[in-house]
């Protein structure tokens, strides 16, 4: 996984540095942009992975939950650089209405840039398809609109050069509203994780099946789930024969988990409430 992050996170590198010394030789605003995006992708790219790893660690004594939340952190901290450039941007390009000048190495730079980060694409698709993580298929998302933004970007300035400097700036805002999205994507993740939204219906019913059939069980109710990262944590009430031991109760809980464990993967957590059955 290491080593496949890493040429992503250097292809990426080289694809930025493209876009900025192409900006600064041309003057072109739209490859600026596009090449201060790149710039970020490789920072997140850099900060995914070392939430991620972080977030896998076990729970301790300073964090006895877990440190799945720092999934969360990851995507949290990418909006708020993401929404500082983007006003860098567009506060940029409202300053060059009146003049502007784009040269046409700006077409040449943001054509090699694209191909660098097509092949980028390419490698962290694969990467995230092998591990199931919040920051790493923010990443890959949004590598992929990256694409598109950059064939976007050449197309801006072929126009640039060739009919008015005014498609420059114009195509700098559509980069802008590409960040914008992105950063309305990681903050509907992130408030779906910090305010406990129901990952989803079926999940609940799912479990609620689960527990009804494990043999024992009486009733249950009060079955919860929520998501942090990619981390389930799930409580509830199981109503048991009133005259069971302790002892039994408690293995029977057990038996609970092991099944709900066995049966749906990313659940990290499970708490038992036993009740008597009247
Ligand atoms: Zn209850
Ligand atoms: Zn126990």
């Known amino acids: 996984m290491i080593p496949l992050i890493l040429v992503a996170i250097l292809l990426s590198a080289l694809a930025a540095f493209t876009k900025m010394v192409g900006a600064l030789i041309s003057g072109s605003i739209a490859l600026l942009a596009d090449g201060a995006d790149s710039i970020i ?26 440190h799945y939340g720092f999934e969360v952190l990851s995507a949290t901290l990418t909006s708020i650089v993401m929404a500082i450039v983007m006003s860098f941007i567009i506060s940029t390009t409202i300053s060059r209405l009146e003049h502007h000048e784009v040269s046409y190495l700006s077409i040449y730079f943001s ?8 092949s980028s694409v390419y490698l962290f698709h694969r990467i995230s398809g092998k591990y199931s993580s919040l920051a ?3 990443e890959t998302r949004h590598l992929a609109a990256d694409i598109l933004e950059s064939v976007i970007v050449l197309t801006g300035v072929i126009l640039a050069v060739s009919l008015s400097y005014l498609y420059d700036l114009i195509t700098a805002l559509i980069v802008a509203a590409f960040m914008v999205y992105g950063i309305a994507l990681n903050l509907k993740e992130i408030s779906e994780s910090i305010t406990y939204k ?16 494990t043999p024992g069980i009486i009733e249950c109710h ?19 024969d009133p005259k069971l031991s302790i002892e039994d109760a408690h293995k029977l809980a057990h038996r609970v988990e092991d099944f709900i464990k066995s049966s749906i993967k990313n659940i990290k957590d499970i708490v038992i409430h036993i009740e008597p059955a009247k």
């Open 41 to 66: 992708n490789i920072g997140s790219i850099a900060l995914a992975t070392y939430m991620f790893t972080r977030s896998r660690k076990p729970p301790d004594a300073e964090h006895p939950y877990g």
């Open 111 to 118: 054509a090699i840039s694209t191909a660098i980060l097509i």
């Open 136 to 138: 790493l298929r923010a």
């Open 198 to 213: 129901l990952p989803s219906r079926t999940l609940q019913n799912t479990i609620e099946s689960i527990v009804r059939s």
């Open 222 to 240: 009060a079955i919860r789930v929520r998501r942090l990262g990619d981390a389930l944590f799930v409580d509830m009430h199981i109503l048991v």
